[in-house]
T-cell receptor
Framework: NAGVMQNPRHLVRRRGQEARLRCSPM?????VYWYRQLPEEGLKFMVY????????ESGMPKERFSAEFPKEGPSILRIQQVVRGDSAAYFC????????????FGPGTRLLVL | GQNIDQPTEMTATEGAIVQINCTYQ??????LFWYQQHAGEAPTFLSY??LDGLEEKGRFSSFLSRSKGYSYLLLKELQMKDSASYLC??????????WGAGTKLIIKP
Protein backbone atom coordinates (compact mmCIF):
# COMPACT_ATOMS: atom_id res chain seq x y z
CA ASN A 1 0.00 0.00 0.00
CA ALA A 2 1.74 3.11 -1.22
CA GLY A 3 2.03 5.95 1.22
CA VAL A 4 1.29 9.59 0.63
CA MET A 5 3.13 10.79 -2.47
CA GLN A 6 4.22 14.30 -3.22
CA ASN A 7 5.92 15.76 -6.23
CA PRO A 8 8.14 17.36 -7.01
CA ARG A 9 10.41 16.70 -4.03
CA HIS A 10 12.38 19.85 -4.78
CA LEU A 11 11.23 22.90 -6.69
CA VAL A 12 13.19 26.02 -7.57
CA ARG A 13 11.36 29.11 -8.76
CA ARG A 14 12.30 32.71 -9.41
CA ARG A 15 10.36 35.51 -7.81
CA GLY A 16 7.10 36.13 -9.62
CA GLN A 17 6.74 32.62 -11.04
CA GLU A 18 4.10 30.09 -10.09
CA ALA A 19 4.67 26.97 -7.99
CA ARG A 20 2.44 23.90 -8.24
CA LEU A 21 2.78 21.23 -5.58
CA ARG A 22 1.03 17.88 -5.96
CA CYS A 23 -0.13 15.39 -3.37
CA SER A 24 -1.63 11.95 -3.87
CA PRO A 25 -3.14 10.61 -0.64
CA MET A 26 -2.81 7.06 0.59
CA UNK A 27 -5.13 4.56 -1.02
CA UNK A 28 -8.50 4.71 0.66
CA UNK A 29 -7.90 8.18 2.10
CA UNK A 30 -10.19 10.98 1.02
CA UNK A 31 -9.02 13.77 3.34
CA VAL A 32 -5.96 15.88 2.61
CA TYR A 33 -4.14 18.46 4.71
CA TRP A 34 -1.38 20.85 3.68
CA TYR A 35 1.24 22.16 6.10
CA ARG A 36 4.21 24.49 5.77
CA GLN A 37 7.41 24.06 7.72
CA LEU A 38 10.12 26.68 8.02
CA PRO A 39 13.60 25.69 9.28
CA GLU A 40 13.70 25.22 13.05
CA GLU A 41 9.95 25.80 13.28
CA GLY A 42 6.92 23.59 13.76
CA LEU A 43 4.50 22.59 11.06
CA LYS A 44 1.86 25.21 10.36
CA PHE A 45 -1.59 24.15 9.16
CA MET A 46 -2.63 25.68 5.87
CA VAL A 47 -5.70 23.97 4.47
CA TYR A 48 -7.90 20.90 4.84
CA UNK A 49 -9.70 19.43 1.85
CA UNK A 50 -11.97 16.59 0.97
CA UNK A 51 -12.71 15.56 -2.59
CA UNK A 52 -14.03 18.64 -4.42
CA UNK A 53 -14.44 20.56 -1.14
CA UNK A 54 -12.32 22.96 0.86
CA UNK A 55 -13.27 22.34 4.47
CA UNK A 56 -10.92 24.76 6.24
CA GLU A 57 -8.48 27.18 4.63
CA SER A 58 -7.96 29.35 7.70
CA GLY A 59 -4.19 28.78 7.72
CA MET A 60 -3.64 29.72 4.11
CA PRO A 61 -2.77 33.29 3.05
CA LYS A 62 -5.72 34.90 1.29
CA GLU A 63 -3.63 36.13 -1.61
CA ARG A 64 -1.54 34.12 -4.04
CA PHE A 65 -2.28 30.75 -2.42
CA SER A 66 -4.98 28.31 -3.50
CA ALA A 67 -5.65 24.62 -3.09
CA GLU A 68 -7.88 22.06 -4.72
CA PHE A 69 -8.63 18.37 -4.49
CA PRO A 70 -10.54 17.37 -7.62
CA LYS A 71 -12.69 14.32 -8.00
CA GLU A 72 -9.96 12.70 -10.08
CA GLY A 73 -6.26 13.27 -9.60
CA PRO A 74 -4.03 14.64 -6.90
CA SER A 75 -4.54 17.57 -4.59
CA ILE A 76 -2.76 20.70 -5.81
CA LEU A 77 -1.34 23.55 -3.75
CA ARG A 78 -0.74 26.51 -6.02
CA ILE A 79 1.34 29.54 -5.15
CA GLN A 80 1.21 32.40 -7.62
CA GLN A 81 3.84 35.13 -7.96
CA VAL A 82 6.15 33.48 -5.46
CA VAL A 83 8.30 35.59 -3.14
CA ARG A 84 11.43 34.60 -1.21
CA GLY A 85 9.39 34.23 1.97
CA ASP A 86 7.52 31.33 0.37
CA SER A 87 10.67 29.21 0.54
CA ALA A 88 9.83 26.35 2.89
CA ALA A 89 9.01 22.67 3.03
CA TYR A 90 5.39 21.95 2.18
CA PHE A 91 3.99 18.74 3.56
CA CYS A 92 0.80 17.00 2.63
CA UNK A 93 -0.93 14.54 4.94
CA UNK A 94 -3.94 12.33 4.43
CA UNK A 95 -6.41 10.47 6.57
CA UNK A 96 -9.09 7.93 5.87
CA UNK A 97 -11.73 10.14 7.40
CA UNK A 98 -11.39 13.65 8.74
CA UNK A 99 -12.58 13.32 12.25
CA UNK A 100 -10.45 11.69 14.93
CA UNK A 101 -8.13 10.03 12.41
CA UNK A 102 -4.35 9.88 12.42
CA UNK A 103 -2.75 11.89 9.63
CA UNK A 104 -0.04 10.24 7.52
CA PHE A 105 2.51 12.46 5.86
CA GLY A 106 4.15 12.58 2.48
CA PRO A 107 7.87 13.29 1.99
CA GLY A 108 7.27 16.97 1.35
CA THR A 109 8.18 19.42 -1.39
CA ARG A 110 11.05 21.77 -0.68
CA LEU A 111 10.41 25.04 -2.44
CA LEU A 112 13.27 27.45 -2.98
CA VAL A 113 12.51 30.88 -4.37
CA LEU A 114 15.50 32.68 -5.83
CA GLY B 1 -3.68 31.49 22.13
CA GLN B 2 -2.12 28.19 21.19
CA ASN B 3 1.25 27.25 22.59
CA ILE B 4 3.25 24.04 22.57
CA ASP B 5 6.69 23.89 24.14
CA GLN B 6 9.39 21.30 23.76
CA PRO B 7 13.15 21.47 24.34
CA THR B 8 15.01 22.48 21.20
CA GLU B 9 17.70 19.84 21.43
CA MET B 10 18.70 16.88 23.59
CA THR B 11 21.70 14.57 23.59
CA ALA B 12 21.76 10.97 24.81
CA THR B 13 24.00 7.91 24.62
CA GLU B 14 23.37 4.79 22.58
CA GLY B 15 21.67 2.14 24.73
CA ALA B 16 20.39 4.68 27.27
CA ILE B 17 16.91 6.07 28.00
CA VAL B 18 15.72 9.57 27.15
CA GLN B 19 12.54 11.46 28.01
CA ILE B 20 11.33 14.28 25.78
CA ASN B 21 8.82 16.60 27.42
CA CYS B 22 6.01 18.58 25.85
CA THR B 23 3.78 21.14 27.56
CA TYR B 24 0.79 22.68 25.89
CA GLN B 25 -1.76 25.46 26.31
CA UNK B 26 -4.43 25.22 23.66
CA UNK B 27 -7.99 26.39 23.16
CA UNK B 28 -9.20 22.80 22.75
CA UNK B 29 -7.89 19.32 23.34
CA UNK B 30 -8.80 16.25 21.35
CA UNK B 31 -5.67 14.15 21.72
CA LEU B 32 -1.89 14.49 21.57
CA PHE B 33 0.40 13.00 18.95
CA TRP B 34 4.10 12.29 18.76
CA TYR B 35 5.80 12.07 15.38
CA GLN B 36 9.39 11.32 14.43
CA GLN B 37 11.03 13.28 11.63
CA HIS B 38 14.42 12.49 10.18
CA ALA B 39 16.16 15.37 8.44
CA GLY B 40 14.67 16.00 5.02
CA GLU B 41 11.96 13.39 5.45
CA ALA B 42 8.27 13.18 6.31
CA PRO B 43 7.04 13.10 9.90
CA THR B 44 6.08 9.54 10.80
CA PHE B 45 3.45 8.69 13.39
CA LEU B 46 4.70 7.30 16.70
CA SER B 47 1.92 7.55 19.26
CA TYR B 48 -1.43 9.02 20.21
CA UNK B 49 -2.77 9.77 23.70
CA UNK B 50 -6.23 11.07 24.47
CA LEU B 51 -6.67 9.73 28.02
CA ASP B 52 -4.34 10.26 30.97
CA GLY B 53 -1.70 7.64 31.46
CA LEU B 54 1.06 5.75 29.74
CA GLU B 55 0.87 4.11 26.32
CA GLU B 56 3.65 1.66 25.59
CA LYS B 57 4.67 0.56 22.14
CA GLY B 58 7.92 -1.40 21.99
CA ARG B 59 10.89 0.81 22.84
CA PHE B 60 8.72 3.93 22.78
CA SER B 61 6.21 5.02 25.43
CA SER B 62 4.11 8.18 25.64
CA PHE B 63 2.51 9.70 28.72
CA LEU B 64 -0.26 12.27 29.05
CA SER B 65 -1.58 14.37 31.92
CA ARG B 66 -4.44 16.52 30.69
CA SER B 67 -4.82 18.41 33.97
CA LYS B 68 -1.19 19.51 33.77
CA GLY B 69 -1.12 20.08 30.02
CA TYR B 70 1.89 17.79 29.85
CA SER B 71 3.13 14.84 27.86
CA TYR B 72 6.40 13.02 27.46
CA LEU B 73 7.87 10.58 24.99
CA LEU B 74 10.17 7.96 26.50
CA LEU B 75 12.67 6.18 24.29
CA LYS B 76 14.46 3.13 25.68
CA GLU B 77 17.52 1.22 24.46
CA LEU B 78 18.48 4.08 22.21
CA GLN B 79 19.87 3.26 18.79
CA MET B 80 21.79 5.52 16.45
CA LYS B 81 18.85 5.47 14.04
CA ASP B 82 16.75 7.21 16.73
CA SER B 83 18.66 10.41 15.97
CA ALA B 84 15.87 12.60 14.61
CA SER B 85 13.49 15.39 15.54
CA TYR B 86 10.50 14.46 17.68
CA LEU B 87 7.38 16.53 17.14
CA CYS B 88 4.59 16.98 19.66
CA UNK B 89 1.19 17.96 18.23
CA UNK B 90 -2.17 18.64 19.88
CA UNK B 91 -5.44 18.09 18.05
CA UNK B 92 -7.55 21.12 18.93
CA UNK B 93 -10.61 20.29 16.84
CA UNK B 94 -11.82 17.24 14.99
CA UNK B 95 -8.90 17.49 12.61
CA UNK B 96 -6.71 20.52 13.20
CA UNK B 97 -3.30 19.88 14.73
CA UNK B 98 -1.14 22.50 16.44
CA TRP B 99 2.54 21.57 16.35
CA GLY B 100 5.51 22.18 18.58
CA ALA B 101 8.78 23.19 16.95
CA GLY B 102 10.24 19.76 17.59
CA THR B 103 13.07 18.39 19.72
CA LYS B 104 16.25 17.42 17.91
CA LEU B 105 17.63 14.27 19.54
CA ILE B 106 21.31 13.54 19.05
CA ILE B 107 22.50 10.04 19.90
CA LYS B 108 26.19 9.55 20.68
CA PRO B 109 27.98 6.19 20.61
Amino acid sequence: NAGVMQNPRHLVRRRGQEARLRCSPMKGHSHVYWYRQLPEEGLKFMVYLQKENIIDESGMPKERFSAEFPKEGPSILRIQQVVRGDSAAYFCASSRQGSQETQYFGPGTRLLVL
Amino acid sequence: GQNIDQPTEMTATEGAIVQINCTYQTSGFNGLFWYQQHAGEAPTFLSYNVLDGLEEKGRFSSFLSRSKGYSYLLLKELQMKDSASYLCAVRVSNYQLIWGAGTKLIIKP
